[in-house]
């Protein structure tokens, strides 16, 4: 495994504790957005192992779609979660009323946690 994909499997890897610590003190819009960085960090991850980089987040969408769910690489519902956990962080983030369940952005850590531990699987670590 290439040194930078480890590193951003490392974030990944920590953005989960800290969105279940947000989430336990009712910030729940912070959470999301953690939860969030640890799915965008693991997909970021695997294209970089594949020299794919992009740094912003539409591009990681996009190749992330396009060259592991399209493909059948990984589950498509990993690029569909990343894409819905992208727009609950926005909400959290920039939305004035932004009102996310607790029990949905508890929903989005674990599926952060199952994303990472396919891209481990996948990556061979």
Known sequence: MKPDTGKLLEKAERA???AEALLREGFDDIAAGRAYSAMFHTAQAILWERGIRHRKHAG?????GEH???TGILDPKYHRWLLD???ER?????GVDAEL?????????EQGRELLEAARRLLGG
């Open 16 to 18: 989960l504790p800290a």
């Open 60 to 64: 990681v969408h996009a190749a992330f």
């Open 68 to 70: 592991f769910a399209k």
């Open 85 to 87: 956990s992208f727009d």
């Open 90 to 94: 926005v909400l959290g983030d920039y």
């Open 101 to 109: 369940d607790a029990d949905g952005v508890a929903l989005r850590i």
